[in-house]
């Protein structure tokens, strides 16, 4: 991938807010549908071996995204997204916690904010959580973790592969 | 159930008691003569602190002294490290997604 485009990423330890800072070589009206729109949304956004499945979204504000990481064992993980505030390709807010899968939330959860700006066909995406809890970091670094392990077991297996060809 | 670090650390009291014994260990007692407070507010926040496994007791003697978990501190930073590492790989997604549509819409 493109290594020139920017990625920070820091987070306030005491005010619990975490800040991320990316560039995606593309447009922004593409950028801001591949974070708007269900089906490309879920393209993307679980670390794979996980899989992200909106069970529906209807993004508007008041508006909701149900939907779930599911493991590669097929344990699903649901969690609610609800939109406060949007302004089209521009930013958008939303209030996000973990649920059960009849969509009863836990909270607390974290608010989320969103901000887009395109200059010369490179778009900048800007994140702010607020509140993240620890449960919830460990949460996803547990998938992380899968993940990381996934791919050390696939590497493991082609380097078997090649050194039994030999 | 795991208190929540985050929270422990949000506190501007235990905040300051971290930063009064990462220099040395110190009695509850040594401790509560720097805040405007009482001894039993003071060993509240200690409890919350040593539940988290931020601070350690020793005792010597009839005394307790809280000394502060190095380990548990440079933990958080991992922790935060491996959050990254997956924000990382989600973006590194969206790329290949954006320039697959890009390419179909040639």
Request: charged fraction near 30%; hydrophobic fraction near 40%.
């Amino acid at each position: 991938m493109n290594n020139n485009l920017l990625f920070d990423f820091t987070v306030d330890k005491i005010t619990r807010t975490v800040f991320i800072n990316r560039e995606f070589a593309a447009e922004l009206p593409l950028v801001w549908d591949a974070f708007t729109k269900p089906e490309i949304l879920d393209q993307w956004v679980a670390p794979k071996p996980w899989l992200s499945k909106t069970k529906y979204m209807n993004f508007k504000v008041g508006g909701r995204r149900f939907y779930a990481m599911v493991s590669p064992e097929g344990q699903e993980r649901w969690s609610i997204q609800e939109y406060t505030s949007i302004t089209p390709k521009i930013n958008f807010k939303m209030y996000n916690a973990f649920a059960d899968k009849d969509e009863n939330p836990e909270l607390p959860g974290s608010e989320w904010e969103y901000n887009f700006s395109e200059q010369n066909g490179i778009t900048k995406v800007s994140i702010i959580i607020k509140n993240e809890s620890l449960a919830r970091m460990e949460k996803m670094i547990e998938m992380g973790f899968t993940e990381g392990f996934k791919m050390a077991i696939d590497n493991l297996e082609k380097l078997l592969t090649t050194l039994s060809k030999k | 159930m795991r208190r929540d670090i985050f929270q422990a650390i949000a506190d501007p009291t235990r905040r300051s008691i971290i930063a009064l014994i990462a220099l040395q260990a110190m009695t509850p007692n040594a401790i509560a003569d720097n805040f405007n407070t009482t001894r039993q507010a003071v060993s509240k926040h200690l409890r919350i602190l040593t539940e988290c496994e931020l601070v350690k007791q020793e005792h010597q003697g009839r005394e307790i002294y809280y000394s502060l978990e190095i380990d548990k501190m440079k933990e958080i930073d991992k922790w935060l490290d491996q959050y990254r590492n997956i924000w990382e790989t989600r973006f590194n997604q969206l790329d290949s997604v954006l320039s697959t549509i890009k390419k179909n819409k040639k």
